[in-house]
């Protein structure tokens, strides 16, 4: 049974960093694409970040870009989400998600697996 398991969310101010990370267990994950996604009350789940497991490739959004870093630790089975410069915009439910085939990365629904979420609140 696949399962993700986040954590690492938490309130933090502005200008702030946190980490968030993902255990995966229950298969072999090597060929999959990683991603983080969230959701803001009353809005839409976005693409934040995704890596291919295989070879390391990474992709962010736009409105992340050059301030969150995702990465993965092949011995550990984990995924990371380091999140600096924090804004309020930022907060929201983030999401650890699994796509085998990783061809659009960025659409939420294309994603098999996601784990529970954990709660991000940056305060100005």
């Known amino acids: 049974q696949v399962q993700l398991v986040e954590s690492g969310g938490g309130l933090v101010q502005a200008g702030g960093s946190l980490r968030l990370s993902c255990a995966a267990s229950g298969r072999t994950f090597s060929n999959y694409v990683m991603g983080w996604f969230r959701q803001a009350p009353g809005k839409e789940r976005e693409f934040v970040a995704a890596?291919?497991?295989?070879?390391?490739?990474?992709y962010y959004a736009d409105s992340v870009k050059g301030r969150f870093t995702i990465s993965k630790d092949n011995a550990k089975n984990t995924v990371y989400l380091q999140m600096n410069s924090l804004k309020p915009e930022d907060t929201a439910v983030y999401y650890c998600a699994a796509d085998i085939n990783g061809s659009d990365l960025r659409r939420w629904a294309l994603y098999d697996y996601w784990g529970q979420g954990t709660q991000v609140t940056v305060s100005s």
């Open positions: 890596v291919r497991w295989s070879s390391g490739n990474s």
